[in-house]
């Protein structure tokens, strides 16, 4: 007895289901991203497959890394200015 791969619809049922969920997880993650991250936004959109829920999550996570590195990174200037009361001049 050999094993066969079933071709009824119904075999395949488990994966599109599985694939529909994550592509409607991955729509509702990137509806809910800031401005911020409109770059992870625009690659999503224009990507030819979909993107898979995992790789979602690994390109937001390393996307705010390199955000965060970069804000350490960046240093910070402050421009002071003194205050000097003037004398009160009384005739």
Excluded: W
Aim: charge should be negative.
């Amino acid at each position: 007895m050999t094993n066969r791969i079933s071709c009824s619809p119904l075999g395949f049922f488990p994966l599109f289901a599985y694939l529909i969920l994550g592509i409607e997880k991955v729509e509702i993650v990137l509806t809910g991203l800031p401005s911020d991250f409109d770059g992870v936004i625009t690659l999503a959109s224009f990507s030819s497959e979909p993107l898979l829920f995992q790789c979602l999550v690994d390109i937001l996570l390393e996307f705010e890394s390199r955000q965060s590195r970069a804000a350490t990174e960046t240093p910070f200037h402050a421009n002071l200015v003194a205050f000097a009361p003037t004398p009160l001049v009384t005739d």
